[in-house]
């Protein structure tokens, strides 16, 4: 099989395309013939091997070098086989996933446990689009921000991969939203489902005499004590993410949200999709509000599989309106 391969940490050049043998799926393994892929900052930030912290830390992404060699968290394709013991799939079937890496490749076996039917209505290149940013909206608004319908929410980077889906998201479970964006993606938050829309090029959301019971966000454009200033008194805040930097950002803005937690009457979170122990469940439900046609992924642009170092380097400028896809075309 083809797979873009990492040779050492560093920029897209360094993913190179290379031919690999297929995997052969162990028990309770299930092999995927990618479909489509998707870039997200995690991507990068494992390319990277940055914030450097991170390697560092338990389950880290290797010291010196990569220790996942095959990026590609999201995934969507076709089972091509099945390993012994798995039930629940048969060769044929539509599938997505979340995944540590895999996704950059033409083939991947995948615990059965992490698979998930893909939506009816979503074609792969959709579907593909899914599973990081749209469990991240998922998990920061309603496990780690507890959002309850009739709550006033407000999404910093409301354009983004992960803010697209948490305007649909919070929109479906029945809060109002207002996001923020840049106005060139005004319209397309808007409509989206936001109520209302903050430009951040002219207006600062901080500054306002209105107060959130959630703030969730991806942007991380504002000082965490002024985001707080917006919460209601027993409002959450919840960061998803920041500027990247090399060595610690943008997991500064998490620790300072812990830290200020027990000193506050708000409660200051941290959303990880990453520590993924119940995304069988979290595709579930967005399965569900997909095919409702409550929720629908938003594609800025797509690329061949051979241009996949483009697509990661133009998501890594941090301005995509909404996902950047990349399609098993043009092998
Ligand atoms: N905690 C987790 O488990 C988890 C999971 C996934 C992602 N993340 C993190 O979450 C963040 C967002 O991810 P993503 O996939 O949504 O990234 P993305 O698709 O690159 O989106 C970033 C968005 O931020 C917007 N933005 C930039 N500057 C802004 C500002 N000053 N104010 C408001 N919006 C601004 C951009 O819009 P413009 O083009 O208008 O500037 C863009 O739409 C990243 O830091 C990522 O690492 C965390």
Redesign the pocket.
């Given at each position: 099989m083809k797979a873009f391969v990492l040779r050492a940490y560093g920029s897209p050049g360094q993913l190179e395309l290379r031919e690999l043998d297929t995997p052969v799926p162990a028990a309770g393994e299930v092999l995927v013939r990618v479909r489509a892929t998707s870039v997200?900052?995690?991507d990068w930030?494992l390319m990277r091997g940055e914030p450097r912290l991170a390697r560092l830390m338990p389950g880290g992404p290797g010291l010196r070098r990569p220790d996942i060699t095959i990026l590609g968290c999201d995934m969507a394709g076709q089972v091509e086989a099945v390993g012994p013991g798995v039930a629940r799939f048969k060769p044929g079937d539509d599938v997505y996933a979340l995944l540590t890496g895999g996704g950059f490749g033409e083939y991947v076996s995948v615990p059965e446990s992490l698979l998930a039917e893909k939506p009816w209505n979503l074609s792969y290149e959709q579907a593909a689009a899914v599973p990081?940013?749209a469990?991240?909206a998922l998990?920061?608004l309603c496990d780690t921000g507890g959002l309850r319908p009739g709550q006033a929410v407000l999404i910093?980077?409301?354009?983004?991969?992960?803010?697209?889906f948490a305007v649909q998201i919070a929109r479906a479970m029945g809060a109002t939203v207002t996001g923020?964006?840049?106005?060139?993606?005004a319209d397309l938050v808007r409509s989206l489902g936001a109520d209302e829309v903050v430009d951040?090029q002219t207006r600062d959301?901080t500054r306002t005499d209105r107060r959130y019971d959630l703030v969730l966000d991806?942007?991380?454009?504002?000082p965490v004590s002024a985001c707080r200033r917006i919460l209601t008194r027993r409002g959450v805040f919840v960061?998803?993410?920041?500027?990247?930097g090399r060595w610690v950002r943008?997991a500064d803005r998490?620790f300072t949200a812990l830290l200020q937690n027990p000193f506050v009457s708000q409660r200051m979170a941290?959303?990880?999709?990453?520590?993924r122990d119940q995304t069988k469940q979290h595709l579930a439900t967005l399965t569900e509000l997909i095919e409702a046609g409550k929720v629908i992924p938003v594609i800025d642009r797509e690329y061949p599989f051979a241009e996949l170092p483009t697509a990661v380097a133009y998501?890594e400028?941090?301005?995509?309106?909404?996902?950047?896809v990349v399609t098993a075309t043009g092998w």
């Open positions: 997200n900052p995690y930030h990081m940013a469990v991240t998990v920061g910093n980077g409301a354009s983004g991969g992960v803010g697209s923020v964006c840049g106005g060139r993606n951040y959301f991806a942007a991380g454009s504002r960061v998803v993410g920041g500027p990247a943008p998490m941290v959303a990880d999709a990453v520590a998501q400028q941090g301005h995509a309106a909404g996902k950047v």
